[in-house]
């Protein structure tokens, strides 16, 4: 139903700012909850932001104030703009398209993209 492909990952230094883009088609896709959730090497997926059909968003409590995850519809596509980024950041980045269960910690989605790395170096 839906199809995600993620872009806009990098290399970054302590301090600095990246955008991931997520590129969104299918039927319905514009009815989903859209979330970022994000997995570093030997540990659990960790839910990162949300946003619903309605335009709610949520956070999880170490993003909140650096992290903004919007929706351009228009151009079908997902953003998080994160600011202030940490090495505690740094991990594979992905977008996930859900029906249901629109909250901020969700790390289970019903489609999601391929990924893109963040890596953030001190």
């Known amino acids: 139903q839906v199809q995600l492909v993620e872009s806009g990952g990098g290399s970054v230094q302590a301090g600095g700012s990246l955008r991931l883009s997520c590129a969104a088609s299918?039927?319905?896709?514009?009815?989903?909850?859209m979330g970022w959730f994000r997995q570093a090497p030997g540990k659990q997926r960790e839910g990162v932001a949300v946003?619903?059909?309605?335009?709610?968003?949520n956070y999880r409590d170490s993003v909140k104030g650096r992290f903004t995850i919007s929706q351009d519809n228009a151009k079908n596509t997902l953003y998080l703009q994160m600011s202030s980024l940490t090495p505690e950041d740094t991990a594979m980045y992905y977008c996930?398209?859900?029906?249901?269960?629109?909250?901020?910690?969700?790390?289970?989605?019903?489609?999601w993209g391929q990924g893109t790395q963040v890596t953030v170096s001190s």
């Open positions: 299918g039927y319905g896709y514009s009815r989903y909850c």
């Open positions: 946003i619903d059909s309605d335009g709610s968003t």
């Open positions: 996930g398209a859900d029906l249901y269960d629109c909250y901020a910690g969700k790390t289970v989605f019903a489609y």
